[in-house]
Every structure is written in C-alpha cells, then in structure tokens.
C-alpha cells in the first residue's frame, strides 16, 4: 500500500500540474477559439493520436518490459544496444506515421469535413505532429524501462509547461487559424524536450539500414503488434464516434462533448495516470504467482477507488461553477452529460488494474480480443444513445459501456487467470459508488443550494472513510498523522 501510494502522490502531483496547465489552456482556448474550436482539436488530436497509435508497432510497451529485464541484469552495455534498438525501430515508425498521414489526408477530410475539401490539407500539415509523437513515445519507454521513473515525473512537467507557453499565443493571436500550428509546434517542443533528458544517458544513436538491428527489434512485435491493433481499435472506433457526432449534431456539439469528456475523464483520470508508470513493471514481477498478482490488482483497486472517489464526488457537485470558471456559459450544456461520466470513471477505477493482467503475462492476444470486443460495443452503445438523447446520451452510452467491460473483464479474466475480487475490496467498492451514486443523482434532480449542501455532505463523508482506510493501511498516514500529532 505504501508503495503504491508513494508513486501516486508523485505521478499525481506531475498530472495535476498537468491538468493545471490545461485548465489555463482550455481557458484561453474558450476565450479565443469557442465551442467550435474544441471541436476542431478534438478532431485533429484524435486523427493524431490514430496514426500514431497504429503505426507504433507496440515498440513503446514492448521495450519497457524488455529494457526493465535488462535493467534487473545489470549489463550496461546490452542495455544501450537495445536502446538503439527501440530508437532505430521508432524512426522508421514515425517515417511510416508521416506517410500514412500523408496518404489518408482526403479520406480523413471527407469523413470529418465533407462539405470542407480543403480540410485535406490541414489533416496533411499534421504530419510533423505524428512523427514527434512517435518519437517521443520512443524516449518514455525508455525512461520507463530502466525505471528513471523521476526523470519521466519532471519531463512530463517541463512538457506540460511548455505546452501552455507555446499554444496560448496561437490561439490569441490566429484564432481558429492557429490551432493546426499550434498542435505542431508544441508537440515538436515536447519531443525535444524528452530528448534533452534522454540524451544525457544515451546519445541519440540509430542504425536504420542495419539488418541485425532490425531482427533484434522483431520478437517485440510479437507483443506489440496485438496491443497496437487494441489501440487502434480503440481510437479508430473515438474517430468514427465524433464523425458521427459531427455529422448527427455539429462542431459546437462535438466541441461541448470534449469539454464534458475532458472535465471528467481527462482531469479525474489523473488518479489512473498516476499510477501507470509504476504499476505495469510491479504487476509484471508477480504475473506467475496467483495469490500474488491478485494481491497487487486488489490493493491498486483500494487506492484508485478510494481516492478517485471525493474527486469525482466534487468535480460533479460544483461542475456548473467549474465550467464557468474554466470556460464559458455557452459550455454549460455539457454538465449533464459530465456529470453521468462520473459513473464511468468509478467503474474504470476498478476495470483499469485488472486490464493489465493480460499484458503483464505476455498474452496481448487476448488482451486485443478483450478490447476490439469493448470498443465495438462502446461505439455502437454512445452512438445509438447519442442519436436518441443527444449529447446526455452520449454520457449514458459511456456509462454502459463501463459497465460491460466490468462485467467482461471481471468474467473472462477471472475464468482464465483466476482472479478474485477480495472481501476487503468489495467492502471497499460499495460505500463509495453509493456516494458517487447519489452525488450524481442529487445534481441531475436537485438545483439551487440543496445541491452543494448534499454535495458537500457527500463528499466529507467519502473523504472521511477514504481517510479513515487508508489511515489503517498505510504507514504513510501514520507517520504523517504522527508528524502533525493527529
């Protein structure tokens, strides 16, 4: 528990820094750019993060879990070969990304922007962004890898810094116009930015006409490719959903869907991106031990759930102050569908650390399998209640979505590789989702004050019995109870 508590508040603090900086960006961009210049990013960053994801080649998750083996031997010298591995291996990867960007522009335009043919050449100007992207995840893993784990904290924060320095003037200055230039500029900046502090520990080597090289580099597509396949399952699948939105709504509505999406899943996700970085290489250590390895996902459920929980139950209560805090009052229309997102990020604190088990055990096969099956059903699930109930359903199709993917992963991974939810951990669950519930609840049916004064019950009650376990737990609290002679 102390553990996992420890990387937590580290990787927390960075993407709280990080979420910070985008509250300030999104900020700027609600002040310049409007409803329909969210629509326009969230557009260009999904067809971004599309190529880039299905052309990695899976060389990012494959080459932490093999640097970390190298890294437990000790063999400084394989280590830096195989770094140059994974870099030779992640140019050629960010090559193919330009070329495919390239060739997929007016396919791309047409499905996003058919009554706008020129939009070909916007989606081709993004090119440099997919290469940096891919380069960039090159030099994380190998960070990751060889557990620099606080040098990945600092360049994350440096990272996020920067990319509020470099869009702001953007989107002040160009408007709409800007967004494109924007995204390169900063993206580009981050990659160099991750170079500078790789670089110091490798020199940025590569052999890209070496055949040794490129057959060292072919057992890490055997674990790879699947999960790269999973990616892009899962964002083709986000691609088709806000074309579709597009096309039943309009740029405003899909600009309204991103901001809802990125108060709830994006800023209370940071709990889960916290403890991504340590929790793969810790839960791969123990993938051969039953007990062990249920040991590990329960007690990484306990911390998610109960800290996840009060900031879910907060971001909902004083979501129309946030929103117009943060933005305008022409995005408070995104708040119902926000607030059912709540949900959905509660059942994702429980589904993320059991995803894992597939990829720590080497069978990304199944991994894929699990994946394709969600995305599929989540696709057909937020477009059938979008088309329906509108932007709210889109946050009910989420909401469903998460609850399948419980059910399928507790049902499948517990059948193949015998895994069990705790006692302690059900114990655990059910008091904070009926929290969360009813703090949903009570800000869909009840407005005006009663709604911060239930709110704020809610949430001192979560708080207090989050403290209260983890204050049982962890030795953590008790040193720091003890400090402030609590």
Request: hydrophobic content about 50%.
């Amino acid at each position: 528990m102390d553990h996992v508590l420890k990387y937590t508040g580290v990787f927390g603090g960075v993407q709280g820094l990080i979420m910070l900086m985008s509250v300030v960006r999104n900020k700027i961009a609600s002040a310049f750019l409007g409803t329909a210049g969210f629509g326009l990013i969230a557009i260009y960053t999904s067809i971004s993060d599309f190529i880039q994801s299905s052309t990695n080649l899976g060389i990012p998750l494959a080459s932490v879990q093999h640097l970390s083996e190298l890294f437990e031997t000790g063999d400084t010298d394989r280590i830096r070969h195989f770094v140059r591995v994974v870099r030779t291996w992640s140019f050629w990867a960010a090559i193919f990304a330009v070329l495919l960007t390239l060739a997929t522009a007016p396919l791309l335009s047409m499905l996003f922007f058919e009554d706008e043919p020129n939009r070909a050449w916007d989606i081709a100007l993004l090119s440099p962004m997919v290469f940096a992207l891919t380069i960039t995840a090159g030099e994380i893993s190998i960070l990751k890898g060889l557990r620099h784990l606080k040098r990945v904290a600092l360049v994350s924060a440096i990272s996020a810094v920067s990319t509020l320095c470099l869009t702001a003037p953007f989107f002040w200055a160009m408007g709409l116009r800007g967004i494109i230039l924007s995204l390169i500029v900063s993206t580009c900046a981050v990659t160099l930015i991750h170079l500078a502090f790789t670089t110091p520990l490798f020199p940025w080597r590569i052999s890209p006409l070496s055949r040794a090289v490129f057959q060292e580099g072919w057992p890490l597509l055997r674990i790879g490719i699947p999960y790269v396949l999973a990616a892009l399952a899962g964002t083709g699948c986000a691609v088709l959903q806000q074309a579709f939105m597009k096309k039943e709504s309009s740029e405003e509505t899909l600009g309204l869907y991103r901001v809802a999406y990125t108060l709830m899943v994006c800023y209370a996700g940071i709990i889960y991106s916290a403890f991504e970085s340590d929790y793969f290489p810790r839960l791969s250590s123990v993938n051969h031990d039953v007990e062990a390895r249920n040991q590990v996902i329960n007690q990484q459920i306990h911390v998610s759930i109960l800290l996840v929980s009060p900031l879910l139950i907060a971001i909902v209560t004083f979501l129309p102050l946030i929103i117009l805090f943060l933005f305008k009052d022409s995005f408070l229309p995104s708040v119902e569908m926000a607030i059912l997102l709540s949900q959905y990020m509660f059942f994702r604190g429980i589904t993320t650390p059991i995803g894992y088990t597939a990829l720590a055990r080497g069978e990304s096969s199944l991994y894929l399998i699990m994946e394709v099956i969600y995305d599929i059903f989540s696709l057909c699930c937020v477009s059938l209640c979008f088309h329906y109930f509108g932007l709210w359903g889109a946050g009910l199709g989420l909401t469903l979505s998460a609850i399948f993917d419980l059910f399928l992963i507790g049902t499948c991974y517990g059948s193949h590789f015998h895994f069990r939810f705790s006692i302690g951990t059900i114990r655990l669950i059910i008091p904070q989702w009926i929290a969360v519930t009813l703090s949903m609840f009570s800000c869909i049916f009840i407005d005006g004050p009663w709604r911060y004064a239930i709110g704020l019950s809610l949430l001192m009650v979560s708080c207090w019995y989050s403290y209260r376990i983890l204050s049982k737990e962890s030795e953590i609290i008790k040193k720091f109870k003890q400090k402030l002679h609590l």
